[in-house]
């Protein structure tokens, strides 16, 4: 079980730990999480679990500043992170009491005393449920970059000193250990790598005091700050932001760093039931399915070419239509590849000014498509979509490429194919393109 602030969901990803090691993990952090509600959680997690082992990392050991600009608490979004998921229980009353002043311990309590009138904002959203968690246990994915040049130029900077850590986290560090103990639960340290935050010297002295607790209680502590160059982290690659998260590309470097230790240290002969494998793959090929999606989506934003574009909507609940103006027909033989991967077949080879409409839908594999030397039309509905396609060839007069949706055109009526992306989830318009499928031989994308 994995426990900590945000530094800890950005930065470990279990199904990375499974795929590598087999290793069945859950990433319980929790934004900007102090020290005492990591301990709540930690009870609460043993109400369901019996882990073998508790990676804490160790970020609000030394983060004081915020406590005493709030006389010694979180701050109120926070707290309601981390408390409000929570089931009513005694513990949850325990953790209210320990991370809220006492004149706002009723509004943790009972929500409705001061989310009384909220329902006049409430909207759909607010009642679908995210299943999301269930197979990316816990981990939260960037696909964002951050290039942090200060690392590559100054390199890590030397503790001088230990300094103090705050009273009230070490305290309840103290209680997590304890309660680890108890359970027979080994608990190793970690500290992700930290990009701009570790130029601040009393963070990077905080990390001696940490490894002299994790030494005083003989607690392994794995400090990624300083075997980042070993790992193969680089600060220009795998930071999301520059607060110190990591994103998917980082996280999975240190996790598979983390799993390899695990295993080789406290599971090496492990191994599982068939059941929990089956079940673990098959929530593994969720999790696969869902970021290959994402990326796909974030990447065909910044595509060039009609062949990267196809290539990312392959994979992605996309309508595509596409009507021609013009001609189509002089660069098919360096598309027609791309169009028959998508499930668009019509051969417009020597159909030179010929008329063409195409319809795809992604998600269901339905495919319409229309050629001749006439005016050809499409129309159909799409849920709340009205859509039309028309096209006209040049071989007739006043040729065109029309898209409606829902009475707007959105076609750039420009010579060649004319696009026009649907997101069948949000039902709207994802992106307008054309292609000069007549004369271009790199087809690339003109919006």
């Known amino acids: 079980m994995f426990l900590g602030s945000s530094h800890l ?42 882990p073998k082992v508790l990676v804490l990392e160790t970020f609000y050991l030394e983060n004081t500043r915020e406590y005493k600009n709030n006389n010694g608490f979180s701050k109120e979004n926070i707290n309601r992170i981390s408390l409000d998921p929570l089931k009513f229980s005694l513990n949850k009353i325990n953790a209210i009491k320990e991370s809220v002043p006492e004149n706002q311990f009723t509004d943790y309590i009972l929500n409705i005393n001061k989310y009384h009138d909220r329902w006049k904002k409430l909207y759909k959203n607010d009642f679908m449920r995210n299943d999301e968690p269930y197979f990316y246990k816990g981990f939260t994915s960037s696909l964002k970059v951050y290039k942090e040049t200060r690392i590559r130029d100054l390199k890590h900077k030397t503790g001088r000193r230990g300094m ?10 103290d209680k997590i250990i304890q309660l680890a103990k108890e359970n027979n639960i080994e608990v190793v340290f970690i500290k992700t790598p930290l990009a701009q935050a570790i130029f601040r010297q009393e963070f990077t002295d905080a990390l001696v005091s940490i490894k002299e607790y994790a030494d005083d209680n003989k607690i392994d502590f794995i400090d990624y700050n300083k075997i980042y160059d070993e790992i193969g982290f680089d600060f220009l690659k795998h930071m999301s932001d520059a607060s110190g998260h990591l994103n998917k590309y980082g996280a999975e470097i240190i996790s598979k760093h983390i799993g390899n230790y695990l295993k080789s240290k406290y599971f090496k002969d492990k191994k599982n039931e068939d059941l929990i494998v089956n079940e673990w793959d098959k929530t593994f090929l969720l999790y696969k399915e869902k970021e290959g999606k994402r990326i796909a989506k974030e990447k065909i934003k910044y595509a060039r070419t009609l062949k990267e574009y196809l290539n990312y909507a392959k994979s992605l ?15 098919y033989r360096n598309y027609k590849k791309s169009f028959k991967s998508i499930g668009l077949e019509s051969n417009l080879n020597k159909k030179f000014r010929w008329s063409y409409v195409g319809v795809k839908n992604m998600k269901t594999g339905f495919a319409k498509e229309i050629i001749d030397t006439t005016k050809v039309s499409i129309n159909f509905k799409s849920e709340k979509l009205d859509i039309k396609l028309t096209s006209i060839g040049g071989n007739k007069p006043g040729n065109m490429s029309s898209i409606l949706i829902n009475g707007k055109e959105y076609s750039k009526n420009l010579r060649g194919h004319n696009f026009v992306i649907i997101d069948l989830k949000e039902q709207k318009v994802l992106d307008a393109f054309n292609i000069d499928t007549h004369g271009d031989d790199k087809l690339l994308i003109k919006k």
């Open 9 to 50: 969901y950005f930065g470990i990803n279990p199904n990375v730990i499974w795929k590598n090691n087999k290793l069945l993990t859950y990433n319980l952090g929790m934004n900007e999480q102090p020290m005492w509600l990591t301990y709540f959680y930690l009870i609460e997690a043993l109400k369901y679990q019996k």
């Open 164 to 173: 103090e850590l705050h009273n009230k986290s070490l305290d309840y560090t």
């Open 317 to 331: 609940d996309l309508l595509v239509l596409t009507a021609v103006r013009d001609d189509g027909s002089g660069q």
